[in-house]
């Protein structure tokens, strides 16, 4: 396993912890960047990694991104993130849940957990039964919690629309193209949003049927995955993992605009700047995802704390997305400064590193 402290992704992190389970076959990394604002909270996601090292990196850049999105949102949570290495069959097992929930149990409070890629409610419910640092749980009625994935979703989709009101001078989503990379959870909720106020859509995911049968539903089109990048659009929206805003990436593009969900769509810090000086609008992932979390957070501190309970409180924070992205876009045309430097520099200030 790659030495975390030279990763150059590695920044200041206050623990990196390898999890090994021989008898559950558990392979796992937990990562908490900062608990200046309260524990690390963010999801855990299953994955196959090419490399060991990919694992490293990914939990590295996400638990940093989570530092930065829960401060950013107003909530009292610090950052975290893990990442359980599946292997190429994707096999996973209660006894690898189990092994996993006391790992998170183990630090006593400083990792809260929840759903992520590869991870579901009911991998949650499993996880539980080993520890109560975790959210996202099933929930009933109008109480906040649950699947965090359409909460991201409507996060994003009132983000796409501040971006086209900043960049494109309009109220309504009527006609605008929106092309949208990943057709999942959180891909589909903003596709059908959307498509319900008039967006004309261009859909793609690497499970091409998926993407069409989508497409069918909402009278939009279905690509190839390798050509939504290139397709001509008012919106790219990047909804499937990160890392796809690298100079070839961002060459690529035919857009005003760049609103999604992935988490770390830039590949490196200087692809930022290389999307503004393209003319292209770039709503920082952290930002505009943060529905998911905030709907889990709020979860946990009813459940813990007697926190406000009603989903209408997660959507009442949901709703605030596009005033902070304002104030990005802003502040980044007064100073010069991309956007995601923008909210980096706001981030850091938050969690005590600026």
Request: aromatic share 4%; hydrophobic share 45%; with cysteine.
């Amino acid at each position: 396993m790659t030495a975390f402290w030279i990763e150059p992704d590695f920044d200041d992190h206050e623990l990196v912890q390898l999890v090994s389970d021989r008898d559950s076959g558990l392979t796992a990394l937990i990562a908490l960047h900062s608990t200046h604002l309260g524990p690390g909270a963010g999801g855990t996601r299953f994955w196959h990694y090419a490399e060991p090292a990919d694992a490293v990196r990914d939990v590295l850049r996400l638990s940093r991104g989570m530092s930065y999105k829960n401060a950013m949102a107003g909530l009292p949570m610090g950052g975290g993130k893990a990442v359980i290495l599946a292997d190429p069959a994707g096999q996973k097992t209660p006894q690898m849940l189990a092994a996993f929930g006391r790992a998170v149990n183990s630090l006593g409070g400083r990792y809260v957990t929840a759903e992520d890629v590869g991870i579901t409610e009911a991998d949650m419910v499993a996880i539980a039964r080993e520890t109560r640092f975790v959210s996202g749980l099933p929930v009933e009625g109008d109480a906040a919690g649950g699947d965090p994935g359409p909460f991201t979703a409507m996060g994003i989709y009132h983000g796409i629309k501040a971006a086209v009101r900043h960049k494109l001078g309009r109220d309504d989503m009527q006609g605008v193209h929106v092309a949208l990379q990943g057709t999942g959870s959180v891909g589909g909720g903003v596709a059908r949003l959307l498509a319900r106020d008039g967006a004309r859509l261009t859909l793609a995911d690497i499970d091409a049927a998926r993407a069409q049968a989508l497409a069918d539903e909402l009278d939009g089109d279905a690509v190839p995955a390798d050509a939504v990048m290139s397709t001509a659009c008012d919106v790219f929206s990047p909804n499937a993992l990160g890392a796809v805003l690298d100079e070839e990436g961002i060459a690529r593009l035919d857009c005003a605009i760049v609103a999604g969900g992935a988490n770390n769509q830039l590949a490196r810090p200087e692809h930022g700047p290389l999307l503004a000086e393209r003319g292209i609008l770039y709503a920082p992932d952290y930002v505009i995802n943060a529905g998911g979390i905030i709907s889990v957070t709020l979860e946990y501190l009813c459940r813990t704390e007697g926190g406000p309970c009603d989903i209408n409180e997660v959507r009442r924070r949901i709703a605030l997305i596009p005033e902070r992205l304002q104030q990005i876009w802003e502040e980044s045309a007064a100073s010069g400064l991309s956007p995601d430097q923008v909210a980096d520099r706001m981030a850091q200030r938050l969690i005590g590193r600026g």
